[in-house]
């Protein structure tokens, strides 16, 4: 017996990446079970969430492509009013299909148990919301487990296990997988993972099973969320850093053109849902749903000051293990600079572009969710840093130090937020300063004095973006 604990315990010691990810699966999975969201009604089937969901419920029930349960059910959203190529009016779902294609297993798996469970089968029973928690968590688990593939290809197992650490509870990855688990975010980040992996792959051996991989991966990416198409940027130009490598990448795509040709055109399966839909609804091959609904890129108004670091979404302030992230990429050029470029130039565009959306709060969130799935490009940085102050013993405790407290203030700000203290679109600097660290629940003076420093404007307006400018400081 004593044997058998001893190496366990060599194997966890060795394996450190391995039981950061098991504690992820062993925790989230309590919360779920606890917290029992799934139970609640609409709960995860709701607004943003619903509109992602209301594909699955169509496709695999009722074929109701007017998504009616939107509108007759509270607390829904999604539905955009424009005119068909017929001229009549109609209704059309600004949401994007990819979600729904990525949880159509655990939506057939809660149908099946809603059979066995003698509840209705109409796709809103608690069977089907459990399965699309236990989904959320599945693809946040493969997500970890290729993360710690890509980065033990560089760092050693301790400095992998630090990162998926700091990437598991201190950033808001974890509430958009246990508490907000339709919405795309896990699995975007599933998919850069795992579209950088391929890509590796494929730039090795010109092998077509990662080049079709690859392609199947990029074409999720575009369909779950189409201004994530600018990660592409990572996976074509991945360790190209001067003249000469970006010379030999050019002469590897033009090698093997056939396979990118073929590439292309599985590229745009996973679109045929979407473009069919559209197509169903309108008479159109492409609709442009959120600019039928108002919403559009200001390209020359970014506001990339209060996506960083503005009181009321800005990525730093709720989300500021990313801070580490950032700090790592000098010694990420000074340890492999070869894949440093392709990063920051990506992380550059992606802000920018993140900016330029109308509604840069992006709605009722916790922080700038926005940048979930990009943030995976901070995550090599993040590890060049960690393995650079592992060197000396006082900037280890310094950094571990460092990044409990980030961690510990992420898991305060995730409580607030579920709470109802952290306003979900309308915080600004003093309201964030006195809520500051204060743990649930909030006596009634306190939440007044809250109130009374929120952000007045109509938070849905985006005529309303520069008035904003104010909550940075």
Same mark, same amino acid.
């Given at each position: ?33 606890? #917290? ?15 509109? !992602?969901?209301?594909?699955? $419920? ?67 029973? !608690? ?26 290809? !560089? ?16 950033? #808001? ?26 890509? $590796? *792959? ?15 991966? *990029? ?7 189409? /201004? ?61 749903? !959120? ?10 108004? /970014? ?31 000074? $340890?492999?600079?070869?894949?440093? /470029? ?67 203030? #992420? ?7 579920? $709470? ?20 649930? /629940? ?32």
């Amino acid at each position: 017996m004593s044997s058998a604990l001893h190496k366990i315990s060599q194997y966890s010691i060795r394996n450190l990446s391995i039981v950061a990810i098991v504690l992820f699966l062993i925790i989230s999975m309590a919360y779920r079970d606890s #917290n029992r969201r799934y139970r609640q009604d609409p709960g995860i089937i709701s607004y943003d969430m619903a509109g !992602y969901y209301a594909y699955m $419920q169509a496709f695999w029930l009722n074929g109701d492509y007017s998504f009616s349960f939107l509108t007759s059910r509270s607390h829904q959203s999604g539905l955009v009013h424009m005119q068909d190529a017929k001229g009549e009016h109609v209704f059309v779902n600004k949401y994007s299909v990819g979600p729904a294609i990525m949880l159509s297993p655990f939506f057939l798996l809660g149908h099946l148990e809603s059979y066995y469970q003698e509840v209705p089968h109409d796709g809103f029973s !608690y069977t089907y919301r459990f399965w699309m928690c236990t989904g959320a968590l599945l693809y946040a688990m493969l997500a970890l487990l290729i993360l710690r593939k890509l980065l033990l290809t !560089y760092f050693d197992d301790k400095v992998v296990a630090s990162v998926l650490v700091v990437f598991i509870f201190g950033t #808001n990855l974890w509430h958009y997988t246990v508490d907000q688990p339709i919405m795309s975010h896990v699995y975007s980040f599933f998919l850069f993972g795992l579209a950088i992996w391929c890509s $590796q *792959c494929w730039l090795k051996s010109s092998k077509w099973r990662y080049l079709i991989a690859l392609a199947l991966t *990029c074409g999720l990416i575009g369909v779950t969320r189409l /201004p994530n198409m600018v990660f592409f940027l990572v996976p074509v130009f991945w360790g190209v850093y001067n003249g000469e490598s970006l010379k030999e990448r050019f002469l590897f795509l033009m090698k093997n053109w056939k396979q990118i040709i073929v590439g292309l055109f599985v590229f745009l399966i996973p679109f045929v849902p979407q473009v069919a839909y559209w197509h169903s609804q309108t008479g159109f091959f492409w609709v442009e749903a !959120y600019s039928e609904n108002n919403e559009n890129m200001y390209w020359l108004q /970014p506001m990339i000051a209060e996506v960083l670091i503005g009181y009321r979404k800005g990525w730093l302030i709720y989300t500021p293990a990313m801070l580490l992230g950032l700090v790592g990429f000098y010694p990420l050029y000074k $340890q492999y600079k070869s894949i440093m /470029p392709v990063l920051l130039v990506y992380l550059c565009i992606n802000i920018y572009v993140v900016a330029c959306w109308g509604c840069y709060w992006y709605g009722g969130s916790f922080g700038m969710r926005a940048l979930i799935e990009s943030s995976i490009v901070l995550s090599y940085p993040m590890a060049a840093l960690f393995h650079k102050a592992y060197q000396v013993v006082w900037s280890t405790i310094l950094l571990s130090l460092v990044s409990l407290s980030l961690i510990t203030l #992420n898991q305060i700000q995730t409580l607030q937020i579920n $709470q109802g203290v952290l306003h979900w679109g309308e915080m600004s600097r003093e309201a964030y300063w006195t809520i500051f660290c204060k743990i649930p /629940p909030l006596s009634e003076e306190e939440m007044k004095e809250r109130d009374a420093y929120l952000l007045k404007a109509n938070p849905w307006e985006e005529s309303s973006r520069k008035v904003y400018q104010q909550s940075i400081w």
